[in-house]
């Protein structure tokens, strides 16, 4: 079965810190995702990549850049963490094409004090 | 604006019942919808996908419509059981290998 791997479970950083959240998918999936979740408003598209070194924002980037050097890596990071970026952040993968089915890590908790 | 709405924040009901979930949408026009469930303190996982073209999918006791005409999903869970008890995402797919924005969920709860 597809895995995809999310560095850390929880973590606590301070404003101001730049912050990576890394990301690792194992079944060569071209497409990769982050999102960050905060009660009530659901799921929020931050940055998606199509393939390696391509990456498109999504609605929620300002704050947030990604890098994806290779397939199956997909990072995240916070230039200059804020307290309005403690959330959930969970990164998914999909096949691609016409396969869209999204598989998703078990996210990081990142609280910024 | 656009927007993707699922009915309630919350869903009440009495096992053995048919759950039915909606999620609506404005100003979007998606290929296709899928339907996630998340329980808590883990990432969402795959249930079902429907295509712009395709008007129902079933899966076991779970059936999905969808009415690009009233820009409306449905989600339904028969018999339900206790261990239903999740919270339940749609999300519309922009275009092929693409784009992927999700409604706010709903959690759904099934008493014994």
């Known amino acids: 079965d597809v895995k995809v791997t999310q560095s850390s479970r929880y973590l606590v950083k301070r404003t101001g810190e730049k912050v990576f959240l890394e990301c690792v998918q194992d079944m060569d999936h071209e497409n990769m995702f982050w999102y960050r979740q905060d009660p009530g408003l659901g799921l929020r598209l931050i940055y998606f990549?199509?393939?390696?070194?391509?990456?498109e924002k999504g609605d929620i980037p300002e704050g947030y850049s990604v890098s994806r050097e290779k397939k199956e890596r997909f990072s995240l990071i916070l230039e200059s963490a804020s307290t309005n970026q403690t959330s959930m952040y969970l990164c998914?993968?999909?096949?691609?094409?016409?396969?869209?089915?999204?598989?998703f890590g078990s996210g990081t908790q990142l609280s910024v004090l | 604006s656009q927007k993707i709405e699922q009915n309630s924040e919350a869903l009440n009901i009495q096992e053995g019942k048919t759950a039915t979930l909606t999620c609506n949408y404005t100003n979007y026009s998606p290929a296709y919808l899928q339907w996630y469930r998340q329980d808590p303190g883990r990432g969402p996982v795959f249930l079902l996908l429907i295509r712009e073209n395709e008007k129902e999918k079933r899966k076991e006791r779970l059936k999905v419509t969808f009415d690009t005409t009233l820009k409306q999903s449905l989600f339904h869970i028969t018999a339900s059981q206790p261990a239903d008890s999740a919270t339940y995402l749609c999300a519309l797919g922009l275009s092929s290998a693409s784009k992927i924005i999700f409604g706010s969920g709903t959690r759904l709860s099934i008493r014994p």
């Open positions: 990549s199509y393939d390696v070194k391509m990456k």
């Open positions: 998914a993968s999909s096949l691609g094409l016409t396969n869209e089915k999204l598989f």
